[in-house]
């Protein structure tokens, strides 16, 4: 495919997108149909329109029109590329600029505002700021461009120096990540990794930095015992029973969320156990629970930016309630003198210090002992933690 080609896909995906149709399900359709495009053709179209997403509002602005052609025409625009130049009506090309369209173009724009500069939905932006304070531009400004692909070192197979030559040997470059012990961050041949020899033999795990620095936030001293609830793919639940001689357990209500966890687990050589029933049944208690509740991702925009335009004040009620209701179910399930960990991988103040303010208000048997939050301004996905711990009796 020319460069032409890829932004009429990419066009044609995209109005799919916004009439409504999830973006990863539209994008493995258009590969479908589409056998001629090769791997370099469909990862190109995939980041168009992953950046389209990202940028949405802004681009928009940039073009001056809307729908998927004001997003290519912007996303071309920010490229310092030529408009008409790709817009040819040539053969695989995009139509030609309407009249309308060539109008808008050369119009002068208005100075856009924050939560259009920024890309975000109105309602979400005084939140994200309340919640973000002096960090609200720097990370909303992080969340318009691409994640990186961060590595965790599995400690049990590999130090990281090691990792790193193994990883160099499939071409793959890596440099450190200073703040977490065990992450690499991949600078070339990302879409190499998970054929290498590196990840196949177990010693490296697909895991963004901000994820590890959660899990180094956790106090194991004198832990035997864990239970990782919510714990969907298992990449904390891996984490966990790589750095320490603990028993870990994981739950999630979703069971295909896990159906990939002991095989990962067998090729990182560590032990974890998969839970079938939901252990608030079974009466059994924890050195430490980790919640990583569901939430709004919104800390993770980047990497679902389609979910950012179809989130609504109604979801994010409907969430703080479900938070709300596994805190207090599985708090039962800590110890006496043991740890609740609850974390989410969302920026806002309403899932985050706010839950734990409610859960505290109603338990009196709790203390905090810990709370980090890791902003996208520092380069890794958001998270928030807290940790607690339950007074013995």
């Not at 139509?95 to 309308?100: E, I, K, P, Q, Y």
């Not at 639940?237 to 002991?262: E, F, P």
């Not at 859960?359 to 709370?371: G, P, V, Y």
Request: glycine residues 8%.
């Amino acid at each position: 495919m020319t460069p032409n080609a890829r932004y009429a896909a990419a066009i044609d995906v995209l109005d799919r997108i916004l009439g409504g149709e999830p973006a990863e399900k539209t994008l493995t359709n258009w590969a479908r149909s589409n056998r001629y495009a090769g791997s370099k053709d469909r990862a190109g179209v995939r980041d168009i329109v992953f950046d389209c997403l990202r940028q949405k509002r802004s681009l928009m602005h940039k073009a001056g029109f809307d729908g998927a052609r004001g997003l290519i025409a912007g996303h071309i625009l920010a490229s310092d590329l030529s408009v008409v130049d790709v817009f040819t009506g040539e053969r695989f090309a995009a139509d030609v600029l309407t009249a309308d369209e060539q109008r808008s173009l050369s119009q002068v724009k208005t100075a856009a505002p924050h939560a259009v500069r920024l890309d975000v939905p109105d309602w979400i932006e005084p939140k994200l700021r309340a919640s973000l304070g002096g960090d609200f531009e720097a990370s909303l400004t992080a969340l318009q461009t691409r994640a990186p692909l961060d590595l965790r070192v599995n400690i049990r197979k590999s130090s990281v120096a090691q990792a790193q030559a193994a990883l160099g040997r499939d071409d793959i470059e890596t440099s450190a990540v200073a703040t977490v012990p065990n992450a690499l961050r991949v600078t070339r041949n990302p879409r190499r990794v998970a054929l290498s020899n590196a990840y196949q033999g177990g010693l490296i795990e697909i895991q963004d930095a901000g994820s590890q620095a959660v899990i180094d936030a956790l106090p194991m001293q004198g832990v035997k015992t864990v239970l990782d609830y919510c714990a969907g793919g298992g990449g904390k639940t891996l984490a966990l029973a790589a750095i320490s001689d603990v028993q870990v357990d994981a739950y999630d209500q979703n069971k295909s969320r896990m159906k990939d966890l002991t095989v990962r687990a067998k090729r990182a050589g560590v032990v974890a156990r998969v839970l079938n029933a939901d252990p608030v049944n079974a009466g059994k208690t924890y050195d430490l629970v980790l919640l990583d509740v569901p939430c709004s991702g919104t800390g993770a925009w980047r990497r679902n930016p389609d979910g950012k335009w179809r989130f609504s004040e109604v979801d994010l009620q409907d969430l703080v309630e479900t938070q709300a209701g596994i805190v207090a179910r599985c708090s039962k399930l800590v110890a006496d003198g043991g740890v609740l960990a609850y974390v989410t991988c969302s920026l806002l103040y309403d899932e985050n210090e706010a839950q734990i303010e409610r859960f505290l208000a109603a338990n009196e048997n709790w203390d905090i002992s810990k709370s980090c939050r890791f902003n996208p301004s520092t380069g890794t996905d958001g998270f928030f933690i807290m940790v607690l711990n339950r007074k013995q009796l």
